[in-house]
């Protein structure tokens, strides 16, 4: 695999704010995404980061530093439909490998009222 | 403009047999990819196929084996099916190869007993 690491499992409150952190190494990196999966559902795209910095999309946004290997999902005023499973998967363009995506194993938010 | 479409939703098999699903990418998508789902091992990359061709293989045996027609409509197939081939089998569009977003399907729930 490409070492694609985030914590298995979080919880918070309703209304507060939770940061999902991914790691991944770094040789040959050409983007992450984060996806949502709520249970028995398929994937949803939340976002992608190729450059440096921080992109926000409403209550989502994520982050990416290229040179530490490192990415967050921060998801704010959280709403009870947030529980779900969030995946980090990353695009290492090597010729043969244009298009893969390597996930990681999901970080299993559930948020309580 | 429709989804992707995965067919069948759930399937149950018998160890031995053989079973081929069936993915409809997004009208105008060229790029399918197919996933492997499953509690321990989180999602695992199977194959992308482009243009009829498949351009890229993840490591599972040979009994795990697609095509994709003309139209990009997409099937696998997986021979001699083991206990641990259960699992939710996802396919992915997206316009073409190296296009930053993938669209999941619902994907095909295979119980192998």
């Known amino acids: 695999g490409q070492n694609i690491d985030q914590p298995t499992e979080m919880t918070a409150t309703e209304g507060a704010i939770v940061q999902i952190n991914c790691t991944y190494q770094?040789?040959?990196?050409?983007?992450l995404f984060w996806y949502q999966q709520h249970a028995g559902e398929a994937p949803t795209f939340l976002s992608y980061?190729?450059?440096?910095g921080l992109e926000e999309k409403g209550r989502f946004s994520s982050f990416l530093s290229r040179s530490k290997g490192y990415s967050y999902l921060l998801l704010k005023e959280l709403q009870m439909k947030d529980s779900a499973s969030y995946l980090c998967?990353?695009?290492?363009?090597?010729?043969?490998?244009?298009?893969?995506?390597?996930f990681g194993r999901g970080t299993q938010l559930t948020v309580w009222p | 403009k429709a989804g992707v479409t995965q067919t069948p939703r759930y399937l149950i098999k018998t160890r031995g047999q053989q079973v081929t699903l069936s993915c409809s990418p997004i009208?105008?998508?060229?790029?399918v990819s197919w996933y492997q789902q499953t509690p321990g091992q989180g999602l695992q990359f199977l194959f992308e196929?482009?243009?009829?061709?498949?351009?890229n293989k993840g490591n599972f045996p040979g009994r795990f084996s697609g095509r994709q027609f003309s139209n990009s409509r997409s099937e696998m197939n997986v021979s001699t099916l083991e206990l641990g081939d259960s699992a939710l089998y996802l396919c992915?569009?997206?316009?073409?190869?190296?296009?930053?977003?993938?669209?999941f399907g619902p994907g095909t729930r295979l119980t192998v007993t």
């Open positions: 992915a569009s997206s316009l073409d190869r190296g296009a930053f977003e993938q669209y």
């Open positions: 770094t040789s040959g990196f050409n983007g």
């Open positions: 998967a990353v695009r290492f363009d090597r010729g043969s490998t244009l298009g893969r995506l390597y």
């Open positions: 196929y482009f243009s009829e061709t498949q351009r």
């Open positions: 009208s105008g998508h060229r790029s």
């Open positions: 980061n190729v450059l440096d």
